[in-house]
Each structure stands twice: as C-alpha cells, then as structure tokens.
C-alpha cells in the first residue's frame, strides 16, 4: 500500500477514526479495536485500513450531503465566477481569467456571468491540472485537504448523532450535531478559499 496522500490522511483516515472511536462508545464490543495500551504494528495497520474504510463510508455520505449543502448556496465555489453577475473574485478578475483562459487553454468565452456551469466544471479541472503542472498547488491542496477533513467530521458527526438518537442520548445527538453545523461551516470556508487560490494562482501564471 502506497503511502496515503494528504487528503486521505485527513479527509478519510481521520474522520473515519472518529467515527469508529464514536461508534465504540455506543457498542462496547467493538472497543477491542482501541482500548488497548499499545499497539503491535500488525494491530495498527489493522486499525488504519479500519478507519481508512470507515473513512469512505463516510465519505460517501458527505458526497450525498455536499451536493444539497451547495445546491442551496448556488453551487460549488469553482463555479461561482461564472454567476450573473460573477463572485468569489473582483469583476477586473474575472474578465483576467476569462481572457487567461483564453490565452493559456485556448478555450475561448464570450461572456462569463451566465455561463454553462456544466461546461465551467471540466475547464476549472484544466485550470488546476495547469497550475500543477506550474507546481503552484501547496496552498490549493491545504485548502482542499482541510476542506475534505471538515466535510468528513460534520458527515461523521451527523452519523453518530443518529445512532445517539437511536440510543435516545439526546443531550449527546444535540452536542453532536451542533458539532456537525460547526465542522460544516468550516468545511463551507475551506472549500471557498480553495477555490479563490485555484483563480488567484492562475492568475499568476
């Protein structure tokens, strides 16, 4: 097994350890996988591929939840430039990266605001794969990583807040859940960050 990326290790590894660890809280059987003093390396490879699967699981769930929390803002922030009228970056900006594209990816727009968002997706993509090719990408994956590690949280959060309330802990589903909101709204700063620094590194190129 390779080593994990950053993003694995903390948009999955991590919220799928919470997860497990909170789900031993509520079945004691499974505290075999952590109530132990020390680990044999055998044992926590066993427990990273544990919470690495756990980490999808959870993954999963936020790619469900992610499509309904940004459908109510508009969108993912990669596409807000192009909303009518655009945001995320300064009008000049956008012009500068409607003109950028032009030159740098030859993919010529005639007008951003009110652009196909369906169309901007597989550009924005391209916008990175340039930027990488650069090696412009640290603060963009940051960015990214601490996004997918938010979003994992509040999805873990929210699990464990179901599975408290099927437990009748209410006072735990309510602290969990406001956990939830909290992870969320980092999540929602993360993932707009991430997608000024992919304009703004682009722009620089």
């Not at 009008?91 to 652009?115: C, D, H, P, S, Y």
């Not at 369906?118 to 916008?127: L, M």
């Not at 090696?135 to 179901?162: H, P, Q, W």
């Not at 993932?191 to 620094?197: D, F, I, L, T, W």
């Amino acid at each position: 097994m390779n080593k994990p990326t950053f993003y694995e290790q903390v948009g999955i590894i991590i919220p799928g350890s919470v997860l497990v660890f909170g789900l031993v809280l509520f079945y004691p059987d499974l505290r075999i996988l952590t109530t132990k003093d020390a680990f044999s390396v055998g044992e926590l490879g066993l427990f990273v591929l544990i919470a690495y699967a756990a980490g999808h699981l959870v993954a999963a769930i936020a790619n469900a939840l992610e499509s309904l929390f940004w459908g109510a803002l508009g969108g993912m922030p990669s596409n807000w430039v192009v909303r009518d009228p655009p945001s995320l970056l300064s009008t000049e900006q956008v012009e500068n990266l409607r003109g950028k594209v032009g030159t740098r990816l030859n993919i010529t727009i005639a007008k951003m605001a009110g652009f196909d968002r369906k169309k901007w997706w597989p550009i924005s993509r391209q916008i990175y794969a340039d930027v990488g090719k650069n090696g412009k990408t640290e603060r963009i994956d940051t960015f990214n990583g601490n996004y997918g590690l938010n979003r994992g949280l509040a999805s873990a959060c929210l699990v464990l807040t179901v599975v408290a309330l099927a437990h009748a802990y209410w006072l735990i589903a309510a602290g969990l859940f406001l956990a939830a909101c909290i992870y969320g709204y980092r999540a929602y700063r993360f993932g707009v960050h991430y997608a000024r620094e992919l304009y703004l590194q682009f722009l620089v190129l």
